[in-house]
């Protein structure tokens, strides 16, 4: 059993930081890829930033400049450092892995959601 557990969410004026965290946790063989999704009210699910197994990264021309995605040294925990914040930013953000547990496959899995609120 994989889970994948999210904090770091809240209400922040525009222009400040918050910092989320995912840790992955369970009988988990290999991680190929984390990543950060995020959901509008009344919008589809879109991918904020990615991070590789080899380290490379990319992200949403929106959060460019402003958005930080790293991981951990052990790669079990997968952070988002934003600033300079902008309403448009609010919305539940998702952590997201492609991994392998016991089997041959990889598989997504999903964190519970995290709810970030921007006020102007």
């Known amino acids: 059993q994989v889970q994948l557990v999210e904090s770091g969410g809240g209400l922040v004026q525009a222009g400040g930081s918050l910092r989320l965290s995912c840790v992955a946790s369970?009988?988990?063989?290999?991680?190929?890829?984390m990543g950060w999704y995020r959901q509008a009210p009344g919008k589809q699910r879109e991918l904020v930033a990615a991070?590789?197994?080899?380290?490379?990264?990319n992200y949403a021309e929106a959060v460019k400049g402003r958005f930080t995605i790293s991981r951990d040294a052990a790669k079990t925990t997968v952070y988002l450092q934003m600033n300079s914040l902008k309403p448009e930013d609010t919305a539940v953000y998702y952590c997201?892995?492609?991994?392998?547990?016991?089997?041959?496959?990889?598989?997504?899995?999903w964190g519970q959601g995290t709810q970030v609120t921007v006020s102007s």
């Open positions: 997201n892995m492609n991994l392998r547990t016991s089997g041959p496959y990889n598989y997504n899995y």
């Open positions: 991070i590789r197994s080899g380290d490379s990264t």
């Open positions: 369970g009988n988990i063989f290999s991680i190929n890829l």
